[in-house]
């Protein structure tokens, strides 16, 4: 579900029908976002900016995650981007209104765990929320809870487990603890009566596969939420509304490749977006590029 991020007219300095969407996260978790994005605007470029220097975000305190947030927002506006999602719900939940505060005339997105439709849908009157320990401590989250969850007699199951996040960015390698620490969980969400589990970080879509196989196999009767679809659903209306989407006789030919992965330190004149689909820029400069194009390669290929 996406925040409602206000309707602004475009900065007519800016080309921006042409312009690329920008979207950020502490690592590839946002790709989860990204995936629909691609799929409701299949013309546009995009503009990824991984802040895989200090990813994990989920454990930092909250003035941390604001300053990390702005470096990376202002990091996509010097890049010319029409509209930016904050595809990390741990960076919405402290950073988003700062960073509107901070840039009035471009439209950002942020992200909440998809707890309204959960606790409007659920009928054991139990919901779990797999998020960061930012996540759930923060004020976006806990406006649902109180808005939503509290007059309907939901009951909220708050779950983090700090090492899903460096799990995702490994690659899920199947040698881990964590996935067995995951399918426990499950059963403990089971027997608590839940039957709605929210996905309430972009990193954890990329596991959902093996979630609902293991609620499947175990006839857990548990539904799975995340909220990337409506996301890009909001992104879509907001894009229209300024006329700001491409159309397409101005697509540009990216027959040449479709991911081009960077370092955020270069100067982003040493790359044109032209035959990009989706440009991928790393906050590390030690990273190594080949590493970070198989990884992306694997979770948006899958
Ligand atoms: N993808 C981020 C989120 O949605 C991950 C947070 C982290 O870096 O811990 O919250």
């Known amino acids: 579900m996406a925040t409602q991020a206000p309707i602004i007219p475009a900065s007519p300095s800016f080309k921006t029908d042409l312009a690329p969407i920008g979207i950020f996260d502490s690592g590839v978790g946002g790709l989860s976002v990204y995936l629909h994005l691609k799929q409701q605007l299949p013309d546009e470029q995009y503009l990824y900016y991984a802040d895989t220097l200090n990813v994990p975000y989920g454990p930092r305190p909250s003035a941390e995650i604001k300053e990390l947030t702005l470096i990376a927002v202002d990091w996509l506006v010097a890049a010319g981007c029409k509209l930016i999602v904050i595809a990390c719900n741990s960076a919405s939940a402290h950073a988003l209104q700062v960073a509107r505060q901070k840039y009035p005339t471009i439209p950002i997105v942020g992200l909440v765990p998809a707890l309204k439709p959960a606790v409007l849908n659920s009928s054991s009157k139990s919901v779990a929320v797999l998020a960061t320990k930012a996540t759930l401590d923060g004020e976006l989250l806990n406006a649902v809870i109180s808005d939503y969850a509290l007059p309907a007699q939901v009951n ?80 879509k209306t907001l894009l229209q509304q300024s006329q700001s989407l491409v159309i397409p006789k101005q697509q540009i030919d990216m027959t040449e490749g479709g991911l081009y992965v960077g370092h955020s330190t270069q100067s982003l004149e040493e790359f044109s977006l032209a035959h990009s689909k989706l440009a991928f820029f790393v906050s590390d400069p030690k990273a190594d590029l080949a590493e970070v194009s198989r990884l992306v390669n694997q979770l948006i290929y899958r």
């Not at 199951?157 to 899903?164: A, E, G, I, R, T």
């Not at 960015?169 to 039957?195: C, H, N, W, Y």
Request: charged share 20%; with cysteine; aromatic share 10%.
């Open 156 to 235: 909220v199951v708050k779950w983090f487990d700090p090492s899903l996040v460096p799990w995702v960015e490994a690659g899920m390698p199947t040698q881990s603890e964590t996935p067995e620490r995951l399918k426990a969980q499950l059963k403990i969400f089971a027997q608590q009566k839940v039957d709605h589990l929210v996905l309430g970080c972009t990193h954890y879509p990329f596991f959902r596969e093996f979630v609902m196989t293991q609620i499947a196999a175990e006839n857990l009767g548990i539904k799975v939420v995340d909220s990337g679809a409506a996301i890009a659903a909001r992104v």
